[in-house]
């Protein structure tokens, strides 16, 4: 602003003047608050905010690594009865070779025919010569002598052509796309360096189909499954299917994984994976309000609430973030050792965790005091915009119950890691592939890998587990030991 213009407005009389300076302290506190926010998401980095570690690297300043657990007191290292994974010596080997000494190797006196006093043994474990097993089927056809009806034996399920692949191989395929994540084309470049048969990813690609249609009974059974687990896990997270940003859903527990792919993120794709609408138990998730359109109890990831507590005392320097993150450690910490001897706290330990909570809720609170209105222009309709510790206060007032929820049921876990471990693969898939080429291989693959995952967690063997779908007898999780 020039000389003359301020001369004018301060010759226009006192109230032209305090009109100005309202209007230059609600521009400078604009711009205070837009540094404020600059900064703020310059300084955010894995562990004061939902970003990746591998955008770290691009940090002004990469913080060290700095984890959150508390020392147990033990040793570094496998501990006392830990079975460990050495290899060991077989009494019964698959074959022994003999290495003989022909003479002495002081005075070279010939030791051909002199029988061995002992044996130094040492023994290698090694993958033999691996070759394509091909077996032929043979119907017979006979002619009854009495009729002279012609009778052809049947062929067992599954060998329908002259000449096809069988379901080892089949199964191998699908694990080496779906379970490793290699790509089709250099699937086939292992199968036929490996097995030494020339395969096109079409085939592949049929093998897949087969699979993700013999597992349609197994998927059924999961979600009707799910529905009756009293708690389970959700998330979300970006999958690109012919280019296009798409959202892959998952919904788990820690013996079951399903998977669904969506356009959209929010209630409308959870309406079509069709197991929020009808569920009754408790939701474990991130604070993706969508979720809360479901008429169920939620439980909130508090995990994902200490990395935002950490960000408001680094950027913010407010005090009653720290003394909430220690709360929540506390919490946790003493339910991890009550949980040794009981499945719950007792009512004084309840009582007094609440009362510091609201106590350190108040303290935020005086922290966060009202801004005071200096803006002269219209007021905009809407919710007024408030600062992030703020809004992160609010939840934590608005959000108690089902951030405390781990509190009061031990079923209900102190964060979402078991969903976040489940989407992990689908980024790895991502960086690998970069996009689905059709909706269909999404599918495929959200179908497939939910079976390879449950399979995963009730420990069984992969492999063996595709090879049972081509059979026609895939695995089947039992509702009864959700």
């Not at 984890?67 to 830990?82: A, D, L, P, T, Y």
């Not at 089709?184 to 699979?211: K, M, Q």
């Not at 206060?393 to 049921?409: A, E, N, P, S």
């Amino acid at each position: 602003m020039e000389r003359e213009e301020i001369l004018k407005i301060y010759e226009a009389g006192p109230e032209a003047v305090i009109n100005l300076i309202n209007q230059l302290t609600a521009r400078t506190a604009e711009l205070e608050e837009r540094v404020k926010s600059l900064e703020e998401r310059l300084n955010k980095n894995s562990h004061n905010s939902s970003k990746p570690p591998s955008t770290d690297a691009y940090a002004p300043k990469k913080p060290k690594p700095k984890s959150r657990r508390i020392k147990g007191g033990k040793k570094v290292g496998g501990q006392k009865g830990h079975p460990g994974t050495t290899l060991k010596m077989v009494d019964n080997p698959d074959e022994t070779v003999i290495h003989d000494v022909d003479e002495c190797s002081n005075c070279h006196t010939s030791l051909e025919n002199k029988e061995a006093k002992d044996y130094e043994i040492r023994q290698t474990f090694d993958i033999p010569p691996v070759t394509l097993h091909s077996t032929e089927h043979r119907a017979e056809i006979k002619l009854c002598p009495k009729c002279g009806h012609i009778n052809k034996a049947e062929f067992p399920d599954g060998i329908t052509q002259p000449v096809q692949y069988g379901p080892r191989l089949r199964a191998f395929a699908v694990y080496l796309h779906d379970y490793q994540l290699i790509p089709y084309d250099r699937g086939c470049e292992l199968l036929s360096d490996v097995y030494g048969c020339e395969i096109s990813p079409a085939t592949l690609i049929r093998a897949e189909n087969e699979c993700f249609k013999g597992l349609e009974e197994f998927e059924n059974v999961m979600k009707d499954a799910l529905l009756q687990s009293p708690v389970i896990h959700c998330d979300e997270t970006g999958v690109k299917i012919i280019g296009m940003r798409n959202w892959l859903h998952v919904a788990c527990t820690t013996n079951m994984t399903y998977y669904f792919a969506h356009p959209k993120r929010g209630s409308e794709a959870m309406d079509e994976m069709a197991i929020l609408p009808n569920y009754d138990g408790v939701i474990v998730h991130d604070f993706w309000k969508s979720y809360y359109k479901y008429l169920c109890d939620h439980g909130l990831c508090d995990t994902h609430l200490l990395r935002e507590l950490t960000n408001i005392s680094e950027n913010y320097e407010q005090e009653w973030s720290g003394e909430m993150a220690e709360l929540l450690l506390s919490i946790k910490g003493c339910i991890d050792e009550t949980r040794e001897t009981s499945d719950s706290l007792t009512t004084d330990q309840i009582r007094d965790f609440e009362m510091m909570y609201d106590y350190i809720t108040k303290m935020g609170l005086e922290e966060n005091p009202p801004p005071l209105d200096l803006d002269t222009k219209p007021k905009k309709r809407g919710r007024k915009k408030q600062t992030k510790p703020k809004n992160l206060l609010d939840r934590f007032v608005d959000y108690k119950g089902d951030i405390l929820r781990f509190m009061h049921d031990f079923e209900v876990p102190f964060d979402n890691n078991l969903a976040e471990r489940d989407v992990r693969m689908m980024k790895v898939q991502q960086k690998i592939s970069g996009t689905f080429r059709s909706v269909q291989g999404a599918c495929s693959f959200c179908r497939i890998r939910g079976y390879i995952s449950t399979v995963k967690k009730n420990e069984l063997s992969v492999i063996d587990a595709i090879g049972a779908v081509f059979n026609g007898k895939p695995f089947v999780p039992f509702i009864d030991s959700v």
